[in-house]
């Protein structure tokens, strides 16, 4: 595929503004180059610039949509119920998860947080049916909400902190010999460093998303006032971290994140103990935070991917036996997705635990 030339409108935009204003935070120069980049292009796919788990197999979104009616059931059947799926990508996601969940009698309105018009448009052939959102603000209120966010909150703006000679400091971009640059500012930046990490050495970097918790903080009140169930899946961590996450991807591959804003995939991993906190502040459940891999094998894909298996044997399809095979691997493996990529589970105070989280059995 010949990819077209690369648009330097918003590099030279940045390097304008910071050379007559000052240097920008990293949140706002990652939230206007993934402003962008999504609103450009579909980056999906082997032709795109990354693949998603939903891309990856149909066993992914078949188990959420398992993992959705089986809480929805134990929860009561409540009628109207709507499934809620931030950034949706293509619609494969959903496409899978809802086939999975009509079989078991859940038939959810469905709905769906975008702002990009090229993949709504993708979103569209699969689902003609679907509500679109710009953000949560405008989702009904009318029954318990099933949301579904993969891939969502990494794509978020981060800030990030360092700690200086002189204490800690937001790490900005500036611009030095016609490129873009990281540099401290010089704003006291103390106060919003939790206890716990305030005495770091100098050196250290802190990440953090008022972005991400501002949506999980919206998705919480959602599910105290309305009830319902969130499974937010996403690469990130378990426990609070420091270091610099931000990465840029293009073509499958990691780039210079400076080198072309706009260009590329823009992402960094999320703090789930972070957004387990604020979670729980609002007076929901935690259902707990488990890798892929284990939580995927707790839905029961080991038996998914045998049962695919065997159907492609029996129509002498060999070949795509073992794509299923390999698809199972890269989704649950430590190696590939399946430490890396953890699951959050959410619900309202009064609905039941859900499938996949907690001790082994």
Request: aromatic share 6%; glycine share 10%; charged share 20%.
């Amino acid at each position: 595929m010949t990819r077209p030339a690369p648009d330097r409108t918003l590099l030279e935009t940045f390097t304008r503004l910071i050379t007559n204003t000052g240097p920008i935070s990293v949140a706002h120069y990652m939230a206007e180059s993934n402003a962008h980049y999504y609103a450009s292009r579909d980056p999906f796919g082997t032709a795109g610039d990354f693949i998603t788990a939903p891309e990856i197999s149909q066993m992914f979104g078949e188990l959420i949509g398992l993992w959705l009616a089986d809480i929805w059931i134990r929860a009561g059947r409540t009628e109207p119920v709507h499934y809620v799926e931030l950034g949706p990508g293509r619609g494969t996601l959903a496409r899978d998860a809802l086939g999975t969940a009509r079989r078991y009698g859940l038939a959810p309105r469905v709905h769906f947080v975008e702002t990009s018009t090229t993949l709504k448009a993708r979103q569209l052939d699969l689902h003609p049916q679907a509500f679109w959102h710009a953000d949560l603000s405008t989702l009904p209120t009318d029954g318990p909400l099933l949301i579904v966010a993969n891939e969502f909150l990494d794509a978020l703006p981060v800030r990030q902190l360092v700690r200086t000679a002189a204490g800690w400091r937001e790490r900005m971009i500036g611009v030095a010999d016609g490129r873009l640059v990281a540099v401290a500012g010089t704003a006291p930046m103390e106060a919003i460093v939790p206890a716990s990490q305030r005495d770091a050495p100098e050196g250290a970097l802190l990440e953090i998303s008022p972005a991400c918790a501002a949506v999980i903080y919206e998705v919480a009140g959602r599910l105290a006032s309305q009830g319902g169930a969130a499974l937010l899946i996403d690469y990130g961590t378990a426990e609070p971290r420091l270091g610099s996450s931000l990465q840029a991807v293009r073509n499958h591959r990691k780039v210079d994140v400076f080198s072309a804003p706009g260009e590329a995939d823009l992402t960094a991993h999320v703090d789930f103990s972070a957004l387990s906190l604020i979670a729980r502040s609002r007076g929901i459940r935690w259902l707990g935070t488990e890798d892929q891999g284990r939580w995927l094998q707790a839905l029961g894909i080991d038996a998914r991917a045998d049962a695919l298996a065997r159907a492609a044997l029996a129509r002498a399809e060999p070949a795509q036996a073992e794509s299923i095979r390999i698809a199972r691997d890269r989704l649950t493996s430590d190696g590939q997705m399946g430490a890396l990529f953890k699951v959050m589970g959410l619900a309202a105070p009064d609905w039941p635990e859900g499938a996949g989280f907690g001790p082994p059995p």
